[in-house]
């Protein structure tokens, strides 16, 4: 696939673990995944947003607010593009291609507390499901 074309989707959500993280406790698999169809068995917890996510600008508004300046627009956003085009790059030769097709591909990106973004994994035919209000206007808008 050469040239490789990626279109990035400017209005991503965030999701939270519907714990936080405990190196104590590595046996509660709250701690660990924010994936809404594990989280929403959570008994006893603090919900974040709608269902635990948040659309980016209230990720980008909540770090301004703790850091004086637009971290997500001027620091983590480009990271993240990096992210997808360094990955999409390393397996460009290896896709199977369709003429007049494309591919839309889910990445789950982790941010740490240096605000350095982490690949965890690409999801190919990511859900579009309407499971919160995030993630249903996020589905009707890419589609």
């Known amino acids: 696939l050469n040239p490789l074309t990626i279109w990035f989707w400017n209005k991503p959500y965030v999701r939270f673990p519907a714990a936080d993280y405990n190196a104590e406790n590595l046996k509660d698999r709250f701690v660990h995944l924010t994936n809404n169809s594990v989280a929403k068995y959570a008994k006893n917890v603090e919900v974040i947003g709608d269902g635990n996510m948040w659309y980016i600008e209230e990720l980008s508004d909540y770090l301004k607010s703790q850091y ?70 996020l589905a009707t808008n890419v589609m």
């Open 68 to 137: 004086g300046r637009d971290v997500w627009n001027e620091e983590i956003k480009e990271k993240v593009k990096n992210i997808i085009i360094y990955s999409l790059q390393s397996v460009q030769d290896l896709l199977d291609t369709r003429k007049g097709s494309t591919e839309m591909l889910g990445y789950d990106i982790m941010i740490d507390e240096n605000m350095t973004p982490w690949l965890i994994e690409v999801n190919s035919s990511p859900t579009m499901e309407f499971s919160t209000g995030v993630t249903t206007h």
